[in-house]
Every structure is written in structure tokens, then in C-alpha cells.
């Protein structure tokens, strides 16, 4: 398998297709997320984890396609899925694509999303829980968006947060979020790319479909 390619994608346990890889991608899978890879007839260039939740012969068959196998103990300070991510930042590639399940262990859900924050400024860092796409704007940080979801929500992520949009139903012009305020849930998308500042503060910009 090459190693050339400029994006990392990773697995998470609930992760569903499309994944949107492309054939120089770097692929790693946390444990379970192999499951959805293989129904697909992928396999990953890694597969990290304590291998709890597959079995030796889904790892086995795994190795037999040319994935390296690192197996960490289950008594660990690391998630799976946070061993995944220190694993693609150390490949240096331009941008982490995760896809994770937004069902199961709310823990679980809650870690994906901060994890986030783990990964270098320097690269493009996206989440997928099902279908649902998060993103995390950084302090002092302006992005041009363009999705097909109909719905845009905005939380910050550790404190208050100071934000401009334009391009969407309710534009803001240097408005403050505070925590716990959901006043920023449910924008809507016009179909046209929209902009997005913070002015101060890391926010979460979180696009879906659902009601």
C-alpha cells in the first residue's frame, strides 16, 4: 500500500459510508471501524486499537490484505480513536477526514467532537457522526463553507465566542455566544457558499439535515 497520499481518513467505531476516499488517501481504521471498510471491500493501511470489539479473524484477514496491525492493551490511558488521530498526525498529510456514529456511548460521541481540537491548525480537520459534518473554527480564524445540509449550528467549544456569517438565512455581524446559549441552533443554508469568522474564540460549526 503507498504512503504518498495527502489526506489521512479515520474510522471510528459507527462510521457510515460514503466515506469519499480517494486512491492515494491514507487509511486507518480504530478497531470496529474496520466493520463498515470491509463491508465496502476496503481495507485500511492501519488498523490501531485493543481489538475489542472485532475478532482475530477480522484482523487476521485484515493483515492478509496488507494492514498494519498495531494492538495496544485494553487498559490504556489513549481511546482508540485518539491513538488513530496521533497516528495521522504523525503521517504530516495535509488533512484528517474522521467519520464516527452519533449512536451508541454519548462519551464516545462528545470525545470525537473535542478531538478536534487535538489536531495541528496547519492541517484541515473534519468530523462526520452519520451523516451530520462538524467543523472547528479557531480563534481568529475565516472560512468559506459550502454543503448541501440544510441546517447550520454554531456552539463554542470552551468559552465564550465572538462570530460573523454572511451567506446564510439569519446573517451575524460580530455577535457573542455564550455557553450554554442555543440562540446560534438551527441556521439555515440558502444553497450558496457561506462565510464564517471568529472573531474571538474556537466554535464548533456542526451542518445536518435532520429536524
Known sequence: MSSRGKKCVILLNGAEPPFGIEDDDII??????????RDEGIYPHYLVGDMDSISDDDVMLA????????KYPTDK??????????LAISLEKDEIVIHGGKSGRIDH????IQMLSSIPSTMISKL???????????????????????????LPAWNDCV???SG??????EE???????????????GIPFDISSITGDMYLIMTDEH
Open 28 to 37: 486507518i481504521c480504530a478497531d470496529s471501524g474496520l466493520i463498515p471498510l
Open 63 to 70: 493483515v492478509r490484505h496488507g494492514t498494519v496491525v498495531k
Open 77 to 86: 490511558d489513549l481511546s482508540d480513536g485518539k491513538i488513530a488521530i496521533e
Open 109 to 112: 460521541v462528545l470525545s470525537s
Open 128 to 154: 462526520f457522526l452519520g451523516r451530520d459534518e462538524v467543523l472547528l473554527i479557531r480563534d481568529g480564524e475565516k472560512m468559506r463553507v459550502q454543503t448541501e445540509k440544510r441546517i447550520i449550528s454554531i
Open 163 to 165: 462570530l460573523s456569517i
Open 168 to 173: 446564510l438565512k439569519w446573517d451575524l455581524k
Open 176 to 190: 457573542r455566544i455564550e455557553i450554554g446559549s442555543t440562540r446560534f441552533i438551527h441556521n439555515e443554508n440558502l
